[in-house]
């Protein structure tokens, strides 16, 4: 069964186009991870999941495929999970592959094409499961439709450590807010990826097959399609590191050169050197991640974590 109609978001029409030149006028020049994903950074980052040094999708998946019956029994029955940025739903089968009568799903990601296509597999995949997937930004204003189907109990799904790409403080406030959609007795599966050896993560973000740099500068390419930009993509550099001080690894394009770029009606100069940063994956230890739950209102039940401790999944609930 599927609901709703997907409404297309292209750049031009939303509010990006203002973040995009708020964000490359400011000192330090930057753009919003979101824009990675239009289709091809999202088939980009398909790939990505596929690589060997990419550590944490096959961690989850693991660790989604030994627990996902005992995520199920802690949701209970007649669960309603809504998940943000679904991709390509591949993670949340192992929940409802055991979830009793589940009130239904609903898949919430920027990419339309992906969603679409993702949601007409699950389903068929499921029959009877009232899949209502929603396409837009979760980061802005994003209403869910109102004629939700009645529940037990809400259930926000937030796989693959995405939660990582907020400064804590904004992922704080992204909590609350799920805890806010969720409600009395709601409840969070999140994956969140974990402090370790600064050379893991190094790899992870700095592929050998440079799909990672591809997908980082594909953001630029996706300005010069959409905005009409004429960014010189061979003239940028892409640059990950883990940053310890911070606990993040940080995304960044540098300038190879000296040069002016046009967005829009916006003109744009780089030094040599400079950087565009374009994304930042924040690491947490299981102690700081409850805290920072705790701060939105949200306690830890139980941690699921693979043998190696390189990434946990945490079901939580509203204190
Ligand atoms: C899926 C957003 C969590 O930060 O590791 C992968 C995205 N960026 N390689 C991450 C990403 C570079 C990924 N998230």
């Known amino acids: 069964m599927r609901d709703i109609s997907l409404h297309d978001l292209s750049l031009s029409q939303t509010s990006s186009l203002r973040e995009v030149l708020r964000g490359l006028g400011s000192p330090q020049k930057e753009l919003p991870c979101k824009l990675f994903y239009d289709e091809v950074g999202s088939q980009l980052f398909e790939q990505i999941t596929t690589l060997d040094e990419y550590y944490p999708t096959r961690a989850e998946q693991r660790i989604m495929r030994l627990g996902g019956s005992e995520m199920a029994a802690e949701f209970g029955p007649e669960c309603l999970l809504i998940e943000y940025g679904s991709g390509s739903s591949q993670k949340v089968r192992n929940l409802l592959d055991h979830l009793a ?83 009395q007795g709601g409840g969070l599966l999140v994956g969140v990826d974990m402090k370790k050896d600064p050379l893991m993560l190094h790899r992870a973000y700095n592929d050998a097959l440079g799909v990672t740099a591809a997908f980082n500068l594909n953001i630029l390419a996706r300005l010069n399609r959409e905005l009409g930009a004429d960014f010189a993509v061979d003239q940028f550099r892409h640059y990950a590191f883990y940053n310890p001080v911070f606990a993040r690894v940080e995304m960044h394009l540098v300038s190879l050169s000296d040069q002016e770029v046009h967005v829009a009606n916006a003109r744009i100069h780089f030094d040599r050197g400079e950087s565009i940063w374009t994304e930042a994956s924040y690491k947490y230890n299981p102690q700081e991640f409850a805290d920072l739950a705790g701060r939105a209102g949200w306690r830890v039940q139980r941690v699921w974590t693979d043998d190696r401790g390189l990434f946990s999944v945490q079901y939580l609930e509203v204190a």
């Open 101 to 183: 009568r589940p009130a239904g799903y609903v898949p919430i990601d920027i990419s339309c094409e992906l969603l679409e296509q993702s949601a007409d597999l699950i389903s068929k995949d499921y029959p009877g499961l009232r899949v209502m997937p929603v396409c837009g930004d979760y980061t802005a204003d994003l209403t869910l439709p109102e004629s939700l189907p009645r529940s037990r109990r809400k259930v926000a799904y937030y796989p693959g450590s995405t939660i990582g790409n907020f400064t804590p403080e904004d992922a704080r406030r992204f909590l609350l807010r799920m805890a806010e959609v969720c409600g």
